[in-house]
């Protein structure tokens, strides 16, 4: 299972850009979907993650109501939409997937299987 992020790139604060994480090498269905983020000098952390579906979200609260996540299953391509983008949001950011499940994973690292390289996000202020 291969994951590719892209769509990151360097934007003002206040911009908006949209992150996309095209799956490859899955034999099967069913699988939920996550992004982390890790800025210069801190840990990886948290960002999004989804269900399936598409259907069930969660956000981290630094991000909730500025970012969006989403996914087209036809197209085994999960979304990030960042709006309203902070000078801390910069980070690189990483998505990543379970082996199975179709409901939302945990915030842990720890719940999710495969990862991809990451894209590299640069807010100026």
């Known amino acids: 299972v291969q994951l590719q992020a892209s769509g990151g790139g360097l934007v003002q604060a206040g911009g908006s850009l949209r992150l996309s994480c095209a799956a490859s090498?899955?034999?099967?269905?069913?699988?939920?979907m996550g992004w982390f983020r890790q800025a210069p000098g801190k840990e990886r952390e948290f960002v999004a993650a989804i269900s399936w579906s598409g259907g069930d979200t969660y956000y981290a609260d630094s991000v909730k109501g500025r970012f969006s996540i989403s996914r087209d299953n036809a197209k085994n391509t999960m979304y990030l939409q960042m709006n309203s983008l902070k000078s801390e949001d910069t980070a690189v950011y990483y998505c990543?997937?379970?082996?199975?499940?179709?409901?939302?994973?945990?915030?842990?690292?720890?719940?999710?299987?495969?990862w991809g390289q990451g894209t590299l996000v640069t807010v100026s202020s």
């Open positions: 990543a997937s379970t082996f199975g499940g179709t409901i939302v994973a945990g915030t842990s690292e720890q719940y999710y299987d495969y």
């Open positions: 090498g899955r034999r099967y269905t069913g699988y939920s």
